[in-house]
């Protein structure tokens, strides 16, 4: 339950910092995804899908 915490925490924080390695960090924590190749593609993804919605994560 803590690291799933530390996992939303650090989200948060890549989105207020436009973080993309905080935000590829906070993926590839979180227990639902199986490696950081999946965390990669599911983040390149959302960003893809949210373009519009998010700010450009540097």
């Not at 989105?15 to 199986?34: D, G, H, R, W």
């Amino acid at each position: 339950m803590i690291q799933q915490v530390n996992c939303e925490k650090l989200i948060i924080e890549a989105c207020i910092e436009n973080s993309y390695e905080k935000a590829l960090q906070a993926f590839t924590l979180n227990k639902i995804v199986p490696s950081m190749n999946v965390a990669k593609e599911v983040l390149d993804d959302l960003i893809e899908a949210n373009k519009g919605y998010w700010s450009e994560l540097i």
